[in-house]
Every structure is written in structure tokens, then in C-alpha cells.
RNA sequence: GCCCCGCUAGCUCAGUGGAUAGAGCAGCUGCCUUCUAAGCAGUUGGUCGGGAGUUCGAAUCUCUCGCGGGGCACCA
């Protein structure tokens, strides 16, 4: 099943606009939403209020005439003062519930991307130390985007951008052959216990790279040094289950030469102009001086990251061909986003193609943490502590924009608390009643006879599995992966209410004794939610336990 | 000075221009001899930072002020 209900809805509501007689120019948003009060049915719409001025007739008689011309198997419609109110069939309920008992865990997944090659890139860090707790929501956010992509047709791919050419690297460098010297690593330079530890590698891996000198040994050292980091990084990914399909290097730009011809393209154009011995790219239309206006080549003939930016905006949309890229970065960098989308247009990319989401930076409680002054608290002593799961769900339940002041303490002691817990146990709760089932419930019809599902507690849980794949959805079109866990909360919320009915009256139990058909009609309702908590909890990268 | 983000219950946070603003945690009162109590039911708690505007309708859009965070390099 591919369409969502509220996709059916939507469209029967605008024929529905549209027999009215409307022009087609003057046709408002229809807007659709969830009703938020469950008088109000599973769907409303304020079409009838958007439609007075245009029609000049009463909200409630324009209402009121849209519902009577809506007629299809999902859900009735009924208007109410101005507003359609739309409420799910009960027989289409139980029709779903048997589809999705029978579809698995696949359910929610769609082809919405038609196989759209989407990159998502995320968490790009200098590769000179360990990921931190405020790399690790980029890790997370960035994840969950990729993964709600593909679940919806889209053909992605996760990449890491690994600054091996920065300065950041060389500093890096000159530290390793530091304290491959046993001293201390230049000011500014990289102190952490791991450089020790990587310099010691180097002498082992690299045989008489102490003897050279800083000159002669830093390129071999250098990757020496950042492959191994590279390691680490995917090492502490890994432990939170995201896996990069590519760690892509700058220098690999070069060696290309997309850098240069992404200069030569600008300089063609016309978006270069030299000043004061440096290649600027010029952001605005005007021949003079702006502000905006950023060197790609220095005045020394280094180039700037900005030029290999440039080539890897170049490798990313030409080269390797995808249609849209989704970076995810700190919301530090957010002033560089005009930029960037400048040059994409610059290049005859189109600025549109680059999607930039932006999430807050973390702050520490104590003060902002630094990795140089070996101020931060490594991800790895978080998933060590709370466990991935537990991890995952804290990053993810904010959305991008929200601050985040990351309380150690706090987080440890709340880690008992944290809503994944929640949900698990609803997965874990449904399996053990099939368990049960299997064990106890002795020979059941083949078939399940659906129309014995009528409690309401029934079809609350039935109508939170219609919903998620619209959640999907909304995650999928707006970016937001969010939006997935406070569905799963939902969802778990109705699972609990329907077990729970079981423990206020034997009858309501899923396994009823002599009550083979019902007892089998409330299984297929069991498999049709663990399937869907299953689906969820995987798509955020979680665990789906059959006990806890 | 300019730009971006945030401000919603005691705390942490959700909330497509719609009807009576929600969840978790914390607090209070109940519910386990029978399918998992990491659960359920009930309850307390709000000038949606302040003000103005647009609209039939604003937590949501616009303007303005305040507070907090971040950014404005020939660093990345």
C-alpha cells in the first residue's frame, strides 16, 4: 500500500472544491490537518471558512455541501460549522490492519523519491580528535535524514568530508611528529592523549619516520595520522549504528583538479576578480568592493577552503551526479550558507540543489567545549554511560533549531527515564503476547475475522498505525526526523491503552480463553502494531527488543 | 553595528494560519493471586518573552522591543 489515507482524503477534498465551481485561480490552500480533538474525527479542514469570501456564501452551507460530495472507502466526511471533518471507516481499518500484519516492518516505506540521488553529508569534523557530545547531534540528525530518505524511495548516500589539506590537518601533523620526538606539540597545536598514541603507531607503522626531518616526513605522516582517525571516527559512529558509505578527501579534490577548474569556470564568467594580489569571488552584481565578497586564492597563491569548497561542489553535483545534497552542519557556519549557495549558482548548479540544515551547537553546562584544550566530553564515554539507543533518541527528539545545553549529570541520571524506553517495552509487550499466544492459546482459525475488532481501544491503535506513514512522509518532504519518535510516542501510548483494557477486564485480554476468533482477530491487531513499531524504531535506528 | 537561531507548564521539549495549546520528567491520588507495573487511570501546573499589526481566525505570518546563544577573516 502506497498511498497514505490523508493523500486520499486530500484529493477527494479538492474534487470536491473544484465541483463547487470554483475558479481554479481562486481556489485557496486547502489546508489538512490532523484534528486535534477527537470529536473532530482523524482529519479537518477549514475549507468551508476559506471558501465564504471567494463563494460569498456562509462557511458552515459551504461545508456542509463539500462533505456531502465526498464519498470514498477510507474515511466519511461531515462538515461542522465551517470546518470537513473527516473520520476514518472503521472497514478500512480492519482492512489495513490485515495488510500491515501482513507487510512487516517494511510498512511506512514508500517510493516518494522515485529514486531521487540525494547526498546527505553530516558531521564533517576536522579529522585531528575524537567525536564529542556536540558532534554527536550532527551525527545523529544527519543519520536519521539519510535514513528517512531512503525508507522514501530516495537513493542516498552518507558521506563524510575529511579536511586531510587545512591547516587544521597540518597542525595536526606537526603535533604527531611532536610527540613522535617526545615534545610538546606547537601552541595551538593538538595535546589529547591520542596523539601520543598515534605518534606511537607511526614509529611502529612507518620505520624511520623519526629520522627525517618535519618536511620529509609530514605528508607520509599526515595520512598515516588521519587514516587513523578516520578509524576512530567510524569506530565511534559505528557504536550509534550509522555507517558512512564514503569518507571523501579533500586532497582527492586536487589530485581531480575540480578545485582549479571550478576557478577557471568562475573566472569565465566572470564571478573572479583580482584584488590586491588575491583571486576573490565576487558575491553581488556590483563592480566594486562588498562585503561578501571572499578570496578563494590568497595573495601567496594558496588557495582558501572556499576553493576546495568550490571543487566539491563540483564533485558532488557533476562528477558523481546527484541531484540534491543535504549538509548538515553546526549553526556556526551558518553564514557561509549564502555563500555557498551563491557559488552554486556561480557554477550553473542551481542554488535550490544544496540544502543546508543547521543545528544549534551544543553547550556544555561548564562553558563551550574545546577540543584543542581538551575541554569536552567524548561520545564514546556517552554511549559507554547511556547505551546507543538511549543515545540516539536524546539527539533525536529535538529539532534542529533548539538549543541544547548538555547536562552530564543530568543526562546520566535521567538516562532510566528516557521515552525510548517507552516504546521498546510496547514492542517488547506485543511480541510476548504473540509468545504467549503460540504457547497457551492452543489452535486458532487460519483467518482472522476482523470485524470482531470494535473496542475503541481497538481502533485507536488501528487508527495510530494508519497514521505512520504519513509521519514518514512529513519527515521525509520537511527534513525533519524529529518528527519520528513523537509518532513512535504516540504509537507506543496506544499499544499500552489496548494492553492495558486486558488487566480492567479478562475479556479484553488479547488471549482469551475459548475465545479462539477473537482471541485471533486481536493477534492480527498485534502484528499489524509491532510490525509498525518495529518499522519506526529501525527507521531511527533503534532497537526493537522482543523482551526487556 | 549587521546577520542567523531560540524564548510554550517547576525542568527538558513538541506543536502544517484553525475549533478547548500538548508530551516526558518532577508533584499529588489510586491500580499487580490470572497475557511483561520500564505499564495504566486520575489530578495539579500556562499573560505561548512584552507590545503593535495582518486575518473570519495567530504559539504559528509581519513589525518592534527585551533576554539568551551563535556568526560577521587572505581561519575552517
Redesign the pocket.
Known sequence: MRLTP?LEVRSALEAAVRSLGVPAEEIPDM???????R??GDY?S?AG??L??VLKRPPAQIAGELAERIDIPEATAEG????V?FRLRETWLRELVARVAGEGPSYGSSDLGQGEKVQVEFASV?PTGPLHIGHGRGVILGDAVASVLAFTGHAVQREYYV?DQ???ARLFSESVYARLHGKEPPENGYRGDYVAVIAGEAREALPGIEDLNFEAAEPRLRRFAIDRMVDQLAASVGRLGVRYDQWYRESALWQQGLPQQAIERLRESGYLID????VWFRHGEEEETN?ED??VV???G?P???ASDLGYLLSKFEVRGFQRVIDVWG??????VPRMKAACDALGIGRDRLVVI?N??V?MKEG?MSKRLGRFIPLDELVDEVGADAVRYFYL???P?????FDLDLMLA?S??N?V??AQ?AH??L???EE?ARENAGSLPAEPELSLLEQPWELDLAREVAYWP?HVE?AARLL?P??IP?AI?EL??RV??F?????RD?Q????VEGEPELTRARLELCRAARHTLKSALTLVGVSA????
Not at 31 to 37: D, I, K, P, Q, T
Not at 499 to 503: F, L, R
Not at 508 to 511: D, P
Not at 545 to 548: A, L, Q
Open positions: 490523508r489546508e489538512l490537518m490532523r484534528a486535534r480533538n470529536q473532530h479537518a477549514g471558512l476559506k465564504a469570501r461542522a460549522g465551517g470546518y471533518n576536522n579536511n587545512n591547516t587544521q584584488r590586491e594580489g588575491a562585503d571572499r578570496v590568497r595573495s601567496s594558496e582558501t577552503y572556499f549553526s556556526d557556519r551558518h553564514g557561509y543547521l544549534q551547537i553547550n563551550r527528539l529535538r529539532s533549531e533548539a538549543m541544547l545545553e535521567q532510566n527515564e521515552p524506553y517507552y517495552y517488547a509487550r511480541a510476548n503476547l504467549f504519513e512529513d525533519e524529529h518528527r513523537y510516542h507506543a501510548d499500552h491503552g494492553y492495558q483494557a486486558g488487566n479478562w479484553h485480554r488479547v488471549v527488543p522482543d523482551k526487556m
